[in-house]
């Protein structure tokens, strides 16, 4: 059992910085991809990045592309999402989520979910 803590969510103004992190309760974290995904109001979750299990192979989402950088250290038990450049539209609660690497297309497959923390960009 992998328990799963988001943080550093806030409120920032267009074009700021934020970095979140998802801290693991358990060593068998290192053994899981971890995925970032994001729900806006209204909206159907949508993949943001994944990590593989040591940190070496990441994919983004072209909305992230270029803007968003996905980091994870296994002996902390921790995975972070570095944002840059936000905008309004980055606006969501943001999930970090435990599973096999390909498994981010079909998020129903991950084993484990945080619970979320919120992200504001104001325009």
């Known amino acids: 059992q992998v328990h799963l803590v988001e943080s550093g969510g806030g409120l920032v103004q267009a074009g700021g910085s934020l970095r979140l992190s998802c801290a693991a309760s358990a060593r068998a974290f290192a053994g899981y991809a971890m995925s970032w995904f994001r729900q806006a109001p209204g909206k159907e979750r949508e993949f943001v990045g994944v990590?593989?299990?040591?940190?070496?192979?990441?994919l983004y989402a072209e909305s992230a592309k270029g803007r968003f950088d996905i980091s994870r250290d296994n002996a902390k038990n921790t995975v972070d999402l570095q944002m840059n450049s936000l905008k309004p539209a980055d606006t969501a609660v943001y999930f970090c989520a435990a599973g096999a690497y390909s498994d981010y297309k079909w998020p129903e497959r991950l084993v484990y979910w945080g619970q979320g923390t919120q992200v504001i960009v104001s325009s």
């Open positions: 990590v593989n299990w040591d940190g070496a192979s990441t």
